[in-house]
C-alpha cells in the first residue's frame, strides 16, 4: 500500500519534503518551492472546473468522486486494439487474405478522416473554447483553415497512393485468384465513404457518367434523383455479359441509396466547390488555395482509379482474356481516368489539361505549376 509521509522540515531552508514509500523505497521527493504555486494551479484548475459543471447544471463534487475510482486510460483501452484485432474475420485458410482484409480497412479508415476534414470545410470550421466547450459552427469559412483541411485530406489519399504497392505486389497472385472467389460478390466498388467523398468534394453532376451529362447541361436545375440515375460509378457495375446491373450495384443501391442522396442535398451549397466559391475574389485567386484543389482533383480521380487500375492488370488481365471482378464491376471502363474523364473541378484547368485528363503529363504539369 502506497503511504505519504513526511521526511524533512526545515523553516531555515524552506524545504518541506514529502515522499511516495513503497517497500521503503524512497518513490520521489516534492519540495515547498513549487508547492505553493501548485496548490494556487489546483485551485484555480478546480474553480474552472466547478464552472464548467455549474454552467450545465452538473455537480463537481459527484465527477471528482468518479474520478477517484476511475482506472487510469491505457493505450490499448483508448484504440480498443483488442476489439481492433478482432475484426478480420477471413473466408478462407489463405494466408494472404489477412493482408488482402487489413489493407482494406486500413483504406476506410483514412476514408473517415477524410471525411471528417471534409465536413469541417463544409461547416466552416468547429469554435472550439479554450475549456473544450464545443460552440458550434463558425459562420464564413477562413482561407487558410480551407488550405490546411485540404491538404490534409491530400496527404490521406497520397499515404493510400503510396502504400498500394502492398496491393499489388504483396501478395501471391495464385492465391488472390483462389480466394477471391470465397468474397463475391462483394466489392470495393461498393464502398460508400468513397462516394460519400466524391459527393463532398463537387458539384453532383460532375459524378454523372460521361455519355450522360448532355442531359444535364441546360440552364434548368436537375434533381439530385435524376442525375443519380445517371451517376458514373453504376457503369462500372453492370455485367460484361449482358449490361444488366450486378448483384453488387443492386445491394449497394438498397443499403446505400438514400443515405447518399441525403448527403447529396447537404452538402449541395457547402460542397468543397462550393466552398471555393464562397471565398472572396482574391481568395479565389490565391495560388495555394488553387494548388490545393487541383491536387485533390488529381489526387481522387486520377492517382488512386489508377493505383487501383494497376492492380487489377496484374491479378485480373489474362494473356486471352480479361477476368471480371468481384461482383462481375467492369473494371475495364470503370477504372482508367481517361475513359470516365471525371473531374471535380473543370474551371482550374486548361483545355489541354482537360483533354490529357488521366495520362502522366498531368501529374508533371501539377507539380511544376502553381510553385
Given at each position: 500500500?502506497?503511504?505519504?509521509?513526511?521526511?524533512?522540515?526545515?523553516?531555515?531552508?524552506?524545504?518541506?519534503?514529502?515522499?511516495?514509500?513503497?517497500?521503503?523505497?524512497?518513490?520521489?521527493?516534492?519540495?515547498?518551492?513549487?508547492?505553493?504555486?501548485?496548490?494556487?494551479?489546483?485551485?484555480?484548475?478546480?474553480?474552472?472546473?466547478?464552472?464548467?459543471?455549474?454552467?450545465?447544471?452538473?455537480?463537481?463534487?459527484?465527477?471528482?468522486?468518479?474520478?477517484?475510482?476511475?482506472?487510469?486510460?491505457?493505450?490499448?483501452?483508448?484504440?480498443?486494439?483488442?476489439?481492433?484485432?478482432?475484426?478480420?474475420?477471413?473466408?478462407?485458410?489463405?494466408?494472404?487474405?489477412?493482408?488482402?482484409?487489413?489493407?482494406?480497412?486500413?483504406?476506410?479508415?483514412?476514408?473517415?478522416?477524410?471525411?471528417?476534414?471534409?465536413?469541417?470545410?463544409?461547416?466552416?470550421?468547429?469554435?472550439?473554447?479554450?475549456?473544450?466547450?464545443?460552440?458550434?459552427?463558425?459562420?464564413?469559412?477562413?482561407?487558410?483553415?480551407?488550405?490546411?483541411?485540404?491538404?490534409?485530406?491530400?496527404?490521406?489519399?497520397?499515404?493510400?497512393?503510396?502504400?498500394?504497392?502492398?496491393?499489388?505486389?504483396?501478395?501471391?497472385?495464385?492465391?488472390f485468384l483462389r480466394y477471391r472467389m470465397a468474397l463475391l460478390p462483394?466489392?470495393?466498388?461498393?464502398?460508400?465513404?468513397?462516394?460519400?467523398?466524391?459527393?463532398?468534394?463537387?458539384?453532383?453532376?460532375?459524378?454523372?457518367?460521361?455519355?450522360?451529362?448532355?442531359?444535364?447541361?441546360?440552364?434548368?436545375?436537375?434533381?439530385?434523383?435524376?442525375?443519380?440515375?445517371?451517376?458514373?460509378?453504376?457503369?462500372?457495375?453492370?455485367?460484361?455479359?449482358?449490361?444488366?446491373?450486378?448483384?453488387?450495384?443492386?445491394?449497394?443501391?438498397?443499403?446505400?441509396?438514400?443515405?447518399?442522396?441525403?448527403?447529396?442535398?447537404?452538402?449541395?451549397?457547402?460542397?468543397?466547390?462550393?466552398?471555393?466559391?464562397?471565398?472572396?475574389?482574391?481568395?479565389?485567386?490565391?495560388?495555394?488555395?488553387?494548388?490545393?484543389?487541383?491536387?485533390?482533383?488529381?489526387?481522387?480521380?486520377?492517382?488512386?482509379?489508377?493505383?487501383?487500375?494497376?492492380?487489377?492488370?496484374?491479378?485480373?488481365?489474362?494473356?486471352?482474356?480479361?477476368?471480371?471482378?468481384?461482383?462481375?464491376?467492369?473494371?475495364?471502363?470503370?477504372?482508367?481516368?481517361?475513359?470516365?474523364?471525371?473531374?471535380?473541378?473543370?474551371?482550374?484547368?486548361?483545355?489541354?489539361?482537360?483533354?490529357?485528363?488521366?495520362?502522366?503529363?498531368?501529374?508533371?504539369?501539377?507539380?511544376?505549376?502553381?510553385?
Open positions: 500500500m502506497l503511504k505519504w509521509i513526511k521526511i524533512e522540515f526545515s523553516r531555515t531552508k524552506a524545504v518541506n519534503k514529502l515522499t511516495k514509500v513503497k517497500n521503503s523505497q524512497p518513490f520521489f521527493y516534492l519540495s515547498c518551492d513549487n508547492t505553493s504555486q501548485m496548490q494556487e494551479e489546483i485551485k484555480n484548475r478546480i474553480q474552472e472546473l466547478e464552472e464548467k459543471y455549474e454552467a450545465i447544471g452538473q455537480d463537481l463534487k459527484s465527477y471528482l468522486d468518479g474520478l477517484l475510482i476511475s482506472n487510469v486510460t491505457t493505450y490499448w483501452d483508448y484504440i480498443a486494439l483488442d476489439t481492433l484485432k478482432t475484426l478480420q474475420r477471413p473466408k478462407t485458410d489463405f494466408p494472404d487474405e489477412l493482408i488482402f482484409i487489413v489493407y482494406h480497412q486500413i483504406t476506410e479508415l483514412y476514408f473517415k478522416l477524410v471525411l471528417h476534414e471534409l465536413e469541417q470545410v463544409g461547416n466552416n470550421g468547429k469554435i472550439i473554447k479554450a475549456n473544450g466547450e464545443d460552440h458550434g459552427w463558425k459562420k464564413s469559412l477562413d482561407k487558410d483553415f480551407f488550405i490546411a483541411r485540404l491538404k490534409r485530406v491530400n496527404q490521406y489519399f497520397e499515404a493510400l497512393t503510396k502504400s498500394f504497392d502492398i496491393m499489388v505486389h504483396g501478395m501471391e497472385k495464385e492465391q462483394a466489392s470495393g466498388f461498393q464502398s460508400a465513404q468513397y462516394r460519400s467523398i466524391e459527393i463532398c468534394c463537387t458539384d453532383f453532376k460532375n459524378l454523372v457518367a460521361r455519355d450522360s451529362r448532355h442531359l444535364f447541361n441546360s440552364d434548368k436545375e436537375s434533381s439530385l434523383a435524376d442525375m443519380f440515375e445517371h451517376i458514373y460509378w453504376k457503369q462500372g457495375a453492370t455485367e460484361l455479359a449482358s449490361g444488366k446491373k450486378t448483384l453488387t450495384l443492386k445491394q449497394f443501391e438498397v443499403k446505400y441509396t438514400e443515405e447518399l442522396l441525403d448527403l447529396a442535398d447537404d452538402f449541395k451549397d457547402k460542397n468543397m466547390w462550393a466552398k471555393f466559391k464562397s471565398l472572396s475574389t482574391s481568395d479565389q485567386k490565391d495560388p495555394a488555395v488553387i494548388k490545393e484543389l487541383r491536387q485533390l482533383d488529381i489526387n481522387v480521380n486520377v492517382n488512386w482509379p489508377l493505383v487501383h487500375y494497376k492492380s487489377a492488370v496484374r491479378y485480373l488481365q489474362a494473356d486471352v482474356k480479361e477476368i471480371a471482378a468481384t461482383g462481375g464491376t467492369n473494371w475495364q471502363k470503370y477504372l482508367p481516368p481517361r475513359f470516365q474523364k471525371r473531374i471535380f473541378y473543370p474551371e482550374l484547368w486548361s483545355e489541354t489539361e482537360l483533354e490529357e485528363w488521366g495520362k502522366k503529363w498531368v501529374e508533371e504539369v501539377l507539380a511544376d505549376s502553381l510553385k
